[in-house]
């Protein structure tokens, strides 16, 4: 039931959403993505700046959160096929990927950085942030390579990322600064 409604959802993107004009643009959004690279150079940005400093330090813990529960936990326990594995239907607009499709990786990292941002940074970065995010778990649903369940997994390790690097933050720090005394 669940799978059919997600192939379902894919179907209607693929048949009323793609256009050619998009296609390089979603490819492109979702390129920020890959292995969280520009998550992890945004918190390194925001590591060199002493104001900012506590929000890239909890935006690596984010990442680095939700990378073992996707990349390392849930992707291989779950075992879920790609959408264009499970159908023909499906065309994918990206080279074949490698990883398993649950929960969403890209959706993860992006969200569970955007979630920190949109917490400790001023709003507008914080809701640009979420933006982004959104457009690139969006592209992995438009380039064929995620079912949207698979974006709703990501969406919620996310959460439980940010949540809990938002809580370890703290206390990483105190810990750093008695060893240091």
Not at 30 to 54: K, Q, V
Not at 59 to 68: C, D, K, N, P, R
Not at 153 to 176: D, E, F, H
Request: charged fraction near 15%; charge should be positive.
């Amino acid at each position: 039931m669940i799978q059919q409604l997600d192939v379902s959802i894919l179907l209607w993107i693929q048949e009323n959403l793609r256009f050619e004009v998009l296609t390089p643009v979603m490819r492109a959004v979702t390129s920020l993505g890959d292995n969280g690279w520009f998550w992890i150079a945004l918190g390194i940005a925001l590591l060199c700046f002493r104001r900012t400093r506590p929000v890239g330090f909890t935006v690596l813990i984010a990442l680095a959160i939700g990378a073992l529960i996707t990349n390392v936990g849930l992707k291989n326990l779950v075992g879920r096929m790609r959408p264009y594995d499970y159908t023909e239907a499906i065309h994918r607009l990206l080279p074949v990927q490698t990883d398993y499709s649950f929960p969403s990786g890209h959706t993860c990292a992006s969200f569970a950085a955007a979630i920190v941002c949109f917490r400790m940074l001023p709003r507008k970065y914080g809701i640009a942030a979420l933006i982004l995010a959104g457009l690139i778990a969006f592209s992995r649903m438009y380039l064929g390579v995620h079912f949207p369940t698979d974006i709703l997994g990501g969406l919620v390790a996310a959460v439980v990322s940010a949540w809990l690097a938002n809580r370890l933050y703290p206390w990483i720090v105190q810990k750093l600064r008695k060893r240091l005394r």
